[in-house]
Structure formats: C-alpha cells, structure tokens
C-alpha cells in the first residue's frame, strides 16, 4: 500500500496526498458499476480526507451517532473550543461529565468520551496494534468500549485507519444515496445495500465515499 495507513506521500512536500489504493478504486469501481460511472467523476479532485488524531476520530463519530450533522458539528465545536482542536486524551480522562454538560454536551456522550480517553490513557486503544488487524478484529476492540457500536468502529476504520473495503450498512446516508440512485427513491433494507455493494468490494470504502458526496455538498470528515 506504499506506508502502513496506506497513504500516498507527495515526495516534494512531504505531504499525505490521498490514500495509495484511490485512483486504482475508482477506475475498477466505475468498470464494475453504471451508477458510479456516472458520480465518481464528479468528485475527481477530492479524496478521503487526512486523518484526524485516533481519539479526535473517535470522538467525532461518538458525537454523530444518532444526531443531525449540524448538531453534532456543534457539539464537536464546543468541544473543541474548550479543549483544543488536538485535545489530550489525559486531559479529558480527569474530566466529569457534568464538566463536559456544560458545554453542550449530553450527559451520556460526555461519559463515553470521557470512557473513551481513559482507554487511550490505559493504553486499550493501541492504534500501532490496530493497523495490524482485520477490519472485524478492529471492530471487535473498539466495541468493547462503552459507548463505540459498530458504526463508530467502521468510522474509525474508514477515516482513521483508512481501510480500502468498509461498508457501513446502518449508516443512513449512505442507504439514502443507495435508495437516490440504486432504487429511485424507494427505501431500501441492508440486505438491498448489501447487494448493491457486491460490485464494489474491495473498495467499498470507495464507493460509500462517492455516495456520501452525492447526498451532501460538504465532504464527511471524523
């Protein structure tokens, strides 16, 4: 993959570019399906963005599950007004959550950051051990935290990690793209996304990126 995130470096700046497995992804996506033939290009000078620090990623997602997009921006904002765009996880670990309520946040979300950062602390969430498992492995750990499902797993895998094949199936935006383009607006069941995807793998990741920027104006970033 060119480095172990499986990013692509840009040898004259030294900066992460996108991750290595992108240009190959789209072009076997766009052969094996009509519906991204036609929405891929559309976004040919965007890519999954860099990643953010594991706990920031963590965090971010912890905020998004079940809230609105704009909510959850908010909250992340407040958070890290107060904490820092790169909070240390040591410093939020001596954190109550009523400390983290009054600056927005709901009481349960609060106590699974603050659950969360005493992991990093403990060193639970060793992100060098992860980068050595299978995408179900990383679930399996993350989700034995309090307060991480598997959606905030994969999350982590797609936009931390950045692995080449994750399919979110209890994402709502992207069964909303899925019934837009795949199923002319009628909803669709996971069992209907899962066969959808079957010409995608293995580059769901891929796939799901484009089908989010089909639905939203703004690139999706944890």
């Known amino acids: 993959m060119g480095s172990p995130s499986g990013v692509v470096l840009n040898t ?57 997009r704009r909510t959850a921006l908010r909250q992340w904002h407040q958070f890290a007004r107060h904490h820092g765009e790169q909070p240390n996880p040591e410093n939020i670990a001596i954190l109550s959550s009523a400390c983290l309520g009054q600056i927005g946040l709901p009481r349960r979300k609060a106590e699974y950051i603050i659950g969360i950062s005493q992991h990093f602390v403990d060193g639970y969430i060793d992100v060098s051990r992860l980068q050595h498992l299978d995408n179900e492995a990383v679930i399996e750990t993350l989700c034995a935290i309090r307060g991480v499902g598997r959606w905030t797993a994969e999350m982590f895998l797609i936009f931390n990690l950045r692995r080449a094949d ?57």
């Not at 052969?31 to 963005?49: H, T, V």
């Open 166 to 222: 994750v399919l979110p199936l209890d994402d709502a935006a992207l069964l909303q793209a899925i019934s837009t383009h795949y199923f002319s607006g009628e909803p669709v069941s996971r069992f209907e996304a899962r066969e959808v995807a079957q010409a995608w793998a293995p580059w769901c990741t891929v796939a799901t990126w484009h089908l989010w920027r089909s639905v939203d104006a703004v690139a999706v970033h944890y």
């Open 12 to 68: 004259a700046t030294d900066q992460v570019v996108a991750p290595a497995y992108w240009e190959r992804a789209k072009t076997e996506l766009m052969k094996n399906d009509r519906i991204l033939r036609r929405i891929i290009p559309l976004y040919a000078d965007d890519a999954l963005g860099l990643p953010a620090s594991p706990f920031v990623t963590l965090v971010r997602a912890v905020l998004s599950r079940q809230a609105s």
